[in-house]
């Protein structure tokens, strides 16, 4: 069987299958990229790449049903959700699009002798994007649309469980306008993925994925002085300090944990509440996590599909047993069904468990009673990632005072599943580096060249 397969998690189903690329082919992809890189990325105008971001957005926005579609059988994620990605994906392509002279414009610099001084932003080359299965789209997007706005070509290897939804993406950057060789899937295996970096002609890969994924790329990006960006693994903490609606903060930690079935790196995982607040918190939001909708993804008031697979459902079930061989408690939850897991509620991990170190990458939430701000950073900074973080609070010094101390590369204060086009997204410490989105998206694979001129 070809690692590219299409399971519906949903029912186990299998629904098709791919060939991997031949090396020929691959060979052929990466000329096309250099080719491309050397004609049109450099000699292409930013008006002119605008307009064929535009085109992608708008043709990602006309098929949305279709491509949301696709994204379900392949991942299980719901439907309405489905359709919001392939949104979001448009909303970003549109909005490189719309500061593209933003994005490529000169920096005069201030300098002490005589004449001028600039830094002029030109592409690299060509580009190899690592994506994973939990946000087909988006995650092509913020990672395609700012490095093809810059001029830069990509070389595009999605996640085995995502073939059709990656090819899905390359028509339409095809028909778009995009010239050959400009953004092209390949379904590469790791063996080639690591031949295409090594490459002479590939200037710069990136990466979202699980920390194992990323090391072993960097691994290989090091070796051959490439490059890198890291979109890793999160165990982001929502830390509760005060409030005065409980009800919509909890409402705000169950969509936060419950987003994409709780398969997304920047979920809030960790509940840190302060004491006076915990057992009222406790049990609303163990309330709030048992209601949600478990069942068919293409339902419209589903919230909680399937995991993105029967291993993956396999894995989080094992994390949850030893956590409760260990002394764990759980509120609520209960078994798995196949690859569906219900909305799960923990508490009781102490630093001595597995699961106080672990992510969680399914609907689990785990939550902390904590004696104030102090024990809730203490808290939350006690993990080896550092992407996202919540923090509820009534005190505006204290929010200001909380999102300096907590060790992450995101904070957001009284709101969650508030990411948008303009701001940048990544993280710290084991959850990766560089950024994706916003104007600093286009700064990661670009020459930031000095043009030094005398009197």
């Given at each position: 069987m070809s690692d590219y397969t299409v399971v519906n998690p949903a029912t186990g189903q299998t629904l098709a299958s791919y060939p991997t690329?031949?090396?020929?082919?691959?060979?052929?992809?990466?000329?096309?990229?250099?080719?491309?890189?050397?004609?049109?990325?450099?000699?292409?105008?930013?008006?002119?790449?605008?307009?064929?971001?535009?085109?992608?957005?708008?043709?990602?926005?006309?098929?949305?049903?279709?491509?949301?579609?696709?994204?379900?059988?392949?991942?299980?994620?719901?439907?309405?959700?489905?359709?919001?990605?392939?949104?979001?994906?448009?909303?970003?392509?549109?909005?490189?699009?719309?500061?593209?002279?933003?994005?490529?414009?000169?920096?005069?610099?201030?300098?002490?002798?005589?004449?001028?001084?600039?830094?002029?932003?030109?592409?690299?080359?060509?580009?190899?994007?690592?994506?994973?299965?939990?946000?087909?789209?988006?995650?092509?997007?913020?990672?395609?649309?700012?490095?093809?706005?810059?001029?830069?070509?990509?070389?595009?290897?999605?996640?085995?469980?995502?073939?059709?939804?990656?090819?899905?993406?390359?028509?339409?950057?095809?028909?778009?306008?995009?010239?050959?060789?400009?953004?092209?899937?390949?379904?590469?295996?790791?063996?080639?993925?690591?031949?295409?970096?090594?490459?002479?002609?590939?200037?710069?890969?990136?990466?979202?994925?699980?920390?194992?994924?990323?090391?072993?790329?960097?691994e290989v990006a090091g070796r051959h002085l490439k490059k890198v960006a890291l979109e890793l693994g999160g165990s982001d903490p929502f830390i509760l300090l005060s409030t005065d609606d409980l009800d919509a903060t909890v409402q705000a930690a169950v969509d936060a944990r419950l987003d994409n079935t709780g398969q997304s790196c920047n979920a809030a995982k960790r509940f840190i509440v302060v004491d006076d607040l915990y057992e009222a918190f406790l049990e609303k939001f163990a309330a709030g996590m048992a209601a949600a909708t478990l069942g068919d993804p293409f339902a419209e008031d589903t919230v909680l599909g399937p995991l993105s697979s029967l291993a993956a459902a396999e894995r989080l079930e094992q994390q949850v047993d030893a956590a409760l061989g260990q002394g764990a408690t759980r509120v609520v939850g209960g078994d798995r069904d196949g690859a569906f897991f219900p909305a799960t509620v923990l508490t009781g991990v102490t630093s001595e468990m597995d699961a106080y170190r672990e992510e969680f990458f399914g609907p689990v939430g785990v939550v902390y009673r904590v004696a104030g701000e102090d024990e809730a950073v203490e808290v939350a900074n006690a993990t080896s990632f550092g992407l996202g973080s919540y923090v509820f609070t009534t005190d505006a010094d204290q929010a200001a005072r909380v999102a300096d101390k907590i060790e992450a590369g995101m904070v957001y204060v009284n709101l969650v599943l508030a990411d948008e086009p303009a701001l940048p997204f990544g993280g710290v410490k084991r959850s990766g580096t560089g950024r994706e989105m916003g104007l600093l998206a286009a700064d990661e694979f670009v020459n930031k060249k000095l043009i030094r001129i005398g009197a």
């Open positions: 690329a031949t090396d020929a082919e691959v060979e052929a992809a990466l000329a096309a990229a250099d080719a491309a890189y050397r004609g049109w990325g450099r000699s292409s105008s930013p008006a002119e790449r605008a307009e064929l971001l535009r085109a992608v957005a708008r043709l990602h926005r006309e098929r949305r049903d279709e491509l949301a579609a696709i994204i379900v059988r392949e991942m299980g994620k719901p439907i309405e959700a489905a359709l919001g990605e392939v949104d979001f994906a448009a909303d970003i392509t549109d909005y490189n699009a719309d500061h593209i002279d933003q994005i490529t414009a000169d920096q005069p610099l201030t300098i002490d002798g005589d004449g001028t001084a600039v830094i002029r932003r030109s592409p690299l080359g060509v580009l190899l994007g690592i994506m994973p299965w939990n946000f087909p789209y988006y995650q092509v997007a913020r990672f395609a649309a700012p490095n093809l706005a810059i001029g830069n070509t990509i070389l595009l290897k999605h996640a085995p469980q995502c073939p059709e939804s990656a090819a899905a993406i390359a028509a339409i950057y095809a028909e778009a306008g995009f010239p050959a060789g400009a953004y092209a899937d390949l379904r590469l295996t790791n063996e080639q993925a690591a031949a295409v970096i090594a490459d002479r002609r590939v200037q710069g890969v990136s990466v979202t994925g699980s920390e194992r994924a990323g090391a072993a790329v960097a």
